[in-house]
């Protein structure tokens, strides 16, 4: 057995990248002065000794602006560096202000905890040129000042500290400026020495990172000093030592926020290492889901990660078991590419209500694990032999391979190369192996590669049980002998117990048939009462070692057969349902096998069942059934699922077998796919039985525990707890878990002005189907339409086929005031009447107004100038209003907005200052709506109404009329009074003397 080992005792965590590019180069040291000012042994600055040290001065001078003074130091290399080359820098300040630096985008709130200014006492600046261009500068006094990965202040294990520039164009030089600050007082001067800049590898010890730093983000001051969030010692987490570490802490924050630790290699790697992380956290952490707020980021220079992950996707069973046990656990990821830098990210978790912290023990650069390339056989050998065993690395230059006895510590038994045979002592007993991988000369290593030789004792006699012989058997059926043995392994059958005469599958001698099949099962056909007893001899070979009994060893079977003539058929057929079978190994241990016999049988007489080597009897009742009880576990576990029935204790009357028929476990989803971003876990596989349990293999296994995450691509199997695989086969089912490629964006910082009205849905992202989030991990989405808020981080989640990338695109959004109000039209846009016309404003005192109208026309307004327009409303779909302008705004000067407009036929209207409204349809069929003919306000004013046909005819007239035309005539003429007018156009007349007016139009009379 071949397994990836952990290192116990403490609570480690070993992150692993592959990288596959080698970029790695000597250190070059700048090693010329090309301007200085103010410099006391500037030559100490360029003499590749890190030891010594120029001192760059400024003061303050002793009157207001006089013999007041800067110092300058600008160091050349030999050549011009390539873009994104890191140049270090050795610096020492006589203020303490590196330590607060060192935070990256907390320097500020970290000064002010420590009690040193940033901005008033020593200051300096950094910058780098090519030739006399200047393409980085940088300065202490800046806010947020060297929390870029183009400028950093890092330290080395020794607590020293060093800039980090790396310049996004070629450069040639890098100058320090040191000054002092308008706060410092006169007569006072500030020192800061400079040891020297260079690139490159130089003396990095066998794969440690040189430097590190740290950074966070939602912090605060509070949080800093009271509540313990920050990153303490972090030194310690590269100098060496497994029992010293940095300290990432949120403490209790209960606010979104994250602390962050990066650790810096002077170049980035080739193939041949792999980078690892040594962390340690509280286990209780694991339970509230901290696994999916650690992330592991890999950098080359300044560019974008070129690998990111969390914990949570990077834990599979073994792993996820080991950390909640409070044990080590070994991840390992390829990210492609190089990296010089690693990342350890911690956000909070929210409402953990227990404090966050982090510990990280160490960080290196190593081999990756070995892999053994030994076949079975190899690991697989009888007792007192010996055997050889193949490790190998896929990039093995300048690697070796180390073999020891144990998991942790232990003896050294053999340094190899990669490819090499490590041989064995000869093994008398299972024995496990551990190798590492490492630099040649280097005491650091890749995790032990567990290595366990299985050593199989030779089989003996005692080791093989046959059934099939426990009665005589009748001449005229099979002899059937079934071997079983704890030994895996091949049967082979002899007619002699020193294995000299061998029985092969189909061997025909003295009229007798043998046949053997694959289980090594023994079938014997034309046997007789004369030539018996017969005794048969067996074998057994393991599939794996190959061991086998020794002649003279073998494990023998006597059969008796007997001559007889008398038949019985019997008829059975005992079935075990999926319910019956739980019930059995829940403690039912007797089941009634039943049938009915015929032939030479006679009532009262005994019959027998053959189940798993033991014998049940019955009796033959008055109607030739029989009911005999029987143990169920036996019935169940019977070797080939067959009982052999016979009468009066002898096999010749039997018939035939009679087959048990067990139930088969029915899954209907074999193949079941999940989304990444669900995390699903074992409990998550639809199986429909209440009883099914996971296994992580089809006959033996651990039952999985209903939190285990689901893996792309692994295999889990279903079957009940407590039942033998034997007895009711696991149903394999194949998980396939979806990831969906994150989304990507122009920029993840993102300005939007004010005046536009930002809201989420217009952040920039590629792709268009997305989600937006309020927290990288679950949180909740974000409605598209919500405005943006100033300074807050967005999460977006692109969506494929029903499932979202697991990995979140996070972008910052920013809103610039402008001081412009943001576009409006104001103006009615529900329930709008076709034909009628309506005005529409937008902002005053704008320029290049432009109008557009769909589905109506302009009748007032709408010009280049006008900030109003009247429009009638001609259609009754797609009608649409809309304005652009320009304005004042500094960064987005062009405004537009369109409003839809629901339009709806409508009655004329009389006079609203009257009240006065016509509803030109009605439906006089008595069901309670819309049953008269209706003229709004009507009953206000004295009137005559008078209704005609189409042809002219009055066919209803009403004074005072009160809205209660029912669609009746009521005068003689074309119909009769009360008759029913048919369906049609109708026109009115109304006449309204006290308003002076006369008013007539057409109605819409529908039945």
């Given at each position: 057995m071949i397994r990836k080992t952990t290192l116990k005792q403490n609570f480690l965590i070993w992150l692993l990248f592959v990288c596959s590019v080698s970029y790695a180069q000597d250190r070059v040291y700048a090693d010329a002065i090309s301007n200085q000012s103010s410099v006391t042994q500037p030559n100490n600055a360029i003499d590749s000794d890190l030891t010594t040290n120029a001192i760059v001065r400024a003061g303050s001078g002793v009157i207001l602006g006089i013999g007041?003074?800067?110092?300058?130091?600008?160091?050349?290399?030999?050549?011009?560096?390539?873009?994104?080359?890191?140049?270090?820098?050795?610096?020492?300040?006589?203020?303490?202000?590196?330590?607060?630096?060192?935070?990256?985008?907390?320097?500020?709130?970290?000064?002010?905890?420590?009690?040193?200014?940033?901005?008033?006492?020593?200051?300096?600046?950094a910058e780098a040129f090519n030739i006399d261009d200047s393409v980085l500068q940088t300065s202490s006094g800046l806010v947020n000042a060297f929390s870029s990965d183009e400028a950093r202040v890092v330290t080395d294990k020794n607590g020293d500290y060093f800039l980090a520039l790396t310049p996004s164009s070629p450069y040639d030089r890098v100058s320090i400026t040191n000054r002092v600050g308008s706060l410092i007082g006169l007569g006072q001067e500030r020192d800061l020495n400079v040891y020297g800049a260079y690139y490159g590898d130089g003396d990095t010890t066998c794969g440690a990172p040189s430097y590190t730093s740290f950074s966070g983000d939602g912090l605060t001051l509070d949080l800093l000093g009271l509540g313990g969030a920050g990153v303490t010692n972090p030194e310690l987490a590269i100098d060496g030592d497994d029992d010293t570490f940095s300290e990432l802490s949120l403490g209790l924050v209960d606010v979104l926020a994250g602390i962050e630790q990066t650790f810096y290699f002077d170049s980035s790697e080739d193939a041949s290492n792999n980078y690892y992380i040594k962390m340690a956290m509280d286990p209780s952490l694991l339970q509230l889901g901290v696994a999916n707020s650690i992330e592991v980021i890999g950098q080359n220079g300044t560019d974008q990660s070129v690998f990111s992950d969390n914990l949570s996707s990077l834990l599979d069973l073994d792993v996820l078991g080991l950390l909640e046990s409070g044990q080590a656990a070994l991840i390992g990821f390829d990210p492609t590419t190089p990296v010089d830098r690693v990342t350890v990210r911690l956000s909070s978790l929210l409402g953990a209500g227990i404090d966050q912290e982090l510990l990280i023990f160490d960080v290196f650069r190593a081999p990756a694990s070995p892999v053994v390339t030994s076949t079975a056989d190899d690991l697989n050998i009888c007792a007192g032999f010996s055997t050889s065993v193949v490790a190998e690395v896929e990039n093995d230059n300048n690697v070796e391979l180390r073999w020891y006895d144990a998991e942790e510590d232990g003896n050294l038994l053999a340094t190899l190369e990669s490819g090499e045979a490590f041989t064995t002592p000869i093994l008398n007993s299972d024995t496990t192996y551990y190798v590492a991988a490492a630099e040649i000369g280097c005491l650091k290593e890749s995790p032990r590669t567990e290595v366990t030789i299985n050593v199989e004792s030779v089989p003996t006699a005692g080791d093989i049980t046959i059934v099939g012989n426990e009665n005589p058997i009748c001449s005229s059926d099979n002899v059937v002998l079934v071997p079983t043995s704890s030994v895996d392994g091949t049967y082979s059958w002899y007619f002699d117990a020193n294995k000299t005469n061998e029985i092969t599958g189909g061997l025909v001698s003295g009229g007798v048939t043998y046949e053997i099949d694959s289980n090594g099962v023994l079938t014997i056909t034309g046997l007789t009462e004369a030539g018996g007893p017969y005794t048969y001899f067996v074998s057994v070979k393991h599939d794996l070692a190959g061991c086998e009994n020794a002649p003279g060893d073998l494990q023998s079977v006597q059969v008796n057969v007997v001559d007889f003539t008398k038949t019985v058929s019997i008829d059975s057929n005992p079935m075990i349902s999926l319910d019956g079978l739980i019930d059995i190994f829940n403690g039912n241990n007797s089941v009634n096998v039943t049938g009915t016999v015929s032939g030479d049988v006679m009532v009262g007489e005994t019959i027998s069942?053959?189940?798993?080597?033991?014998?049940?009897?019955?009796?033959?009742?008055?109607?030739?059934s029989f009911s005999i009880p029987v143990d169920a576990i036996d019935l169940v576990s019977d070797i080939d699922n067959t009982l052999e029935a016979f009468v009066q204790g002898v096999l010749c009357t039997v018939s035939e077998e009679i087959p048990v028929d067990l139930p088969d476990l029915i899954i209907d989803d074999i193949f079941q796919v999940f989304c990444a971003s669900d995390f699903a876990t074992v409990a998550d596989l639809e199986v429909g039985l209440n009883d099914i349990a996971l296994f992580n293999d089809l006959t033996a296994?651990?039952?999985?525990?209903?939190?285990?995450?689901?893996?792309?691509?692994?295999?889990?199997?279903?079957?009940?707890?407590?039942?033998?695989?034997?007895?009711?086969?696991?149903?394999?089912?194949?998980?396939?878990?979806?990831?969906?490629?994150?989304?990507?964006?122009?920029?993840?910082?993102?300005?939007?002005?004010?005046?536009?009205?930002?809201?989420?849905?217009?952040?920039?992202?590629?792709?268009?189907?997305?989600?937006?989030?309020?927290?990288?991990?679950?949180?909740?989405?974000?409605?598209?339409?919500?405005?943006?808020?100033?300074?807050?981080?967005?999460?977006?989640?692109?969506?494929?086929?029903?499932?979202?990338?697991?990995?979140?695109?996070?972008?910052?959004?920013?809103?610039?005031?402008?001081?412009i109000s943001p576009i409006t039209i104001t103006g009615e846009s529900e329930e709008v009447c076709r034909g009628r016309s309506y005005t529409y404003e937008t902002n005053a005192d704008k320029e290049d107004y432009v109008w557009t109208v769909s589905g109506g026309t302009i009748t007032e307004g709408g010009t280049s100038t006008d900030n109003f327009v009247t429009v009638r409303w001609t259609e009754l779909s797609a009608t649409q209003i809309s304005v652009s302008y320009s304005d004042d705004s500094i960064c987005s000067p062009s405004k537009m907005m369109s409003l839809d407009v629901e339009t709806i036929s409508c009655g004329m209207v009389l006079g609203e200052e009257f009240c006065l409204k016509v509803f030109n349809e009605f439906t006089p069929n008595n069901d309670g709506f819309n049953d008269f003919f209706t003229v709004q306000c009507i009953e206000d004013y004295s009137n005559t109404i008078e209704i005609y046909n189409r042809n002219g005819n009055l066919v209803y007239k009403m004074a005072d009329y009160r809205n209660t035309w029912n669609g009746l005539a009521n005068v003689k003429g074309v119909l009769n009074n009360g008759d029913h007018l048919p369906s049609g156009t109708y026109y009115y007349s109304i006449k309204i003397p006290e308003l002076e007016r006369n008013l007539v139009g057409w109605l819409q009379l529908a039945r």
């Open positions: 007041a003074y800067d110092g300058l130091l600008e160091l050349t290399y030999p050549t011009t560096l390539p873009a994104n080359t890191t140049s270090f820098i050795k610096i020492a300040t006589e203020d303490d202000i590196l330590s607060s630096l060192l935070g990256g985008n907390l320097g500020g709130l970290l000064s002010d905890i420590v009690g040193t200014l940033l901005v008033g006492n020593q200051e300096f600046s069942l053959s189940i798993n080597g033991n014998l049940f009897d019955g009796v033959v009742a008055a109607d030739s296994g651990l039952q999985l525990n209903a939190n285990t995450p689901l893996v792309d691509g692994e295999v889990y199997f279903a079957g009940i707890a407590g039942i033998p695989a034997s007895v009711l086969a696991r149903v394999q089912i194949t998980v396939q878990v979806n990831d969906v490629p994150g989304p990507t964006t122009n920029s993840s910082s993102q300005v939007f002005c004010e005046s536009d009205g930002p809201t989420v849905g217009d952040i920039q992202v590629d792709q268009t189907n997305v989600v937006f989030y309020d927290s990288r991990l679950r949180g909740n989405a974000i409605d598209p339409s919500t405005p943006i808020e100033d300074g807050r981080w967005y999460y977006v989640a692109a969506v494929e086929n029903g499932c979202e990338s697991s990995e979140r695109l996070r972008i910052m959004a920013n809103i610039f005031a402008d001081g």
